[in-house]
């Protein structure tokens, strides 16, 4: 999706993963924890996101949840999965008919339309109040929401005006905002605010009455935090 703030990105388009290959990386992940962790082996959620955007292999990712939902296969429940995305339409209006009751995540990081562009391109194409009103459409089970995800970066999106911007969008919505201070990473003119900038930022949407939590950054220290992965590195 070419998203200016992640490192991941920058390889590029080779190819979507099958659905056997989605498969694998749990059943992999649920192997080593089995061997290094004994009891702690349980996975009690799983989340596409990160590397690619999942509605855009939506075939593969749908079939995968099958399996995932399955008694059959790994028996997750349908709530305890997430599928995030950059606001792919087409993948969108197949969601209510094709993977009902699954939780959907929406990388926002802007509600200002030059903004947003910036930083996810394929907003010029898909914008973002085209992808809202799809997402207000899909049925929500009880006590379920939307999750928006926020990234923060220093002096571009970080301010009280875009706080009170997208709580102005959100608000009335079944919304569930994830900040997510920006990773920095090689090449990138972008900057992590202030701790003190992302509170303030977080007391406004809170006027909105929107719950709102800070992701705490794992992994930074050797670019493996959200949006850093990159193999040629």
């Known amino acids: 999706m070419n998203c200016s703030f992640c490192f991941t990105g920058e390889q590029g388009?080779?190819?979507?993963?099958?659905?056997?290959?989605?498969?694998?990386?749990?059943?992999?992940a649920w192997r080593w924890l089995a061997t290094n962790r004994p009891g702690e082996e349980r996975i009690?959620?799983?989340?596409?996101?990160?590397?690619?955007?999942?509605?855009?292999?939506?075939?593969?990712?749908?079939?995968?949840?099958?399996?995932?939902?399955?008694?059959?296969?790994?028996?997750?429940?349908?709530?305890?999965i997430t599928i995030s995305t950059a606001g792919y339409i087409p993948g969108?209006?197949?969601?209510?008919?094709?993977?009902?009751?699954?939780?959907?995540?929406?990388?926002l990081h802007s509600p200002f339309k030059e903004k947003r562009n910036e930083l996810i391109p394929i907003n010029k194409k898909y914008p973002l109040d085209e992808v809202l009103t799809y997402i207000d459409k899909i049925p929500l089970n009880k006590k379920q929401f939307i999750t928006y995800e926020y990234i923060l970066i220093k002096g571009f999106n970080d301010s009280p005006d875009d706080a009170k911007k997208l709580g102005t969008l959100l608000s009335g919505k079944s919304a569930y905002i994830n900040l997510i201070p920006f990773n920095s990473f090689p090449g990138s003119h972008y900057k992590r605010p202030d701790f003190d900038k992302i509170e303030n930022f977080k007391e406004v949407l809170d006027t909105f009455k929107?719950?709102?939590?800070?992701?705490?950054?794992?992994?930074?220290?050797?670019?493996?935090?959200?949006?850093q992965l990159n193999s040629k590195n």
């Open 13 to 28: 388009l080779k190819r979507n993963l099958t659905t056997s290959e989605i498969v694998g990386q749990f059943l992999q």
């Open 44 to 80: 009690l959620n799983i989340v596409f996101m990160g590397q690619g955007e999942p509605l855009h292999n939506f075939d593969a990712v749908k079939k995968a949840c099958e399996i995932f939902l399955s008694q059959h296969g790994t028996s997750i429940g349908v709530q305890k």
């Open 92 to 107: 969108l209006k197949r969601w209510s008919r094709e993977i009902p009751g699954v939780n959907l995540a929406l990388s």
């Open 210 to 227: 929107i719950p709102t939590l800070i992701r705490t950054a794992k992994g930074d220290d050797v670019l493996a935090a959200c949006g």
